[in-house]
């Protein structure tokens, strides 16, 4: 079992930053990927960013994202940060942190709770 929590949410203005944090506990060393989704109102949840946690880091951006938004390990303290820059309203969202863990040939998948980001115009 794998427990992830959000912070970082809040209200921002247009072509502001912001930085989501997700801290992971638990069984931390069966985690192999994490990321970040997020989901607006009536649209389905997409990812945002990833980052593999055994294969040297290599990140994924969604397109809409890249040039604007970091991932980031922090593999002591078992966080992963995304640093949103040049934020848009576009980018209001529920963003939800996701570990993936693979154990026994098979693979978890692990939600927070979500923190919400409202930028406004």
């Known amino acids: 079992q794998v427990q992830l929590v959000e912070s970082g949410g809040g209200l921002v203005q247009a072509g502001g930053s912001r930085r989501l944090s997700c801290a992971a506990s638990?069984?931390?060393?069966?985690?192999?990927?994490m990321g970040w989704y997020r989901q607006a109102p009536e649209k389905q949840r997409e990812l945002v960013a990833r980052i593999s946690l055994t294969s040297g880091g290599s990140t994924n951006y969604a397109d809409s994202v890249k040039g604007r938004f970091s991932i980031s390990r922090d593999d002591a303290k078992n966080t992963v940060d995304l640093q949103m820059n040049s934020l848009e309203p576009e980018d209001t969202a529920v963003y939800f942190c996701?570990?993936?863990?693979?154990?026994?040939?098979?693979?978890?998948?692990?939600w927070g709770q979500g923190t919400q980001v409202t930028v406004s115009s």
């Open positions: 638990g069984n931390t060393f069966m985690i192999t990927t």
């Open positions: 996701h570990a993936v863990t693979y154990y026994m040939f098979t693979e978890y998948d692990y």
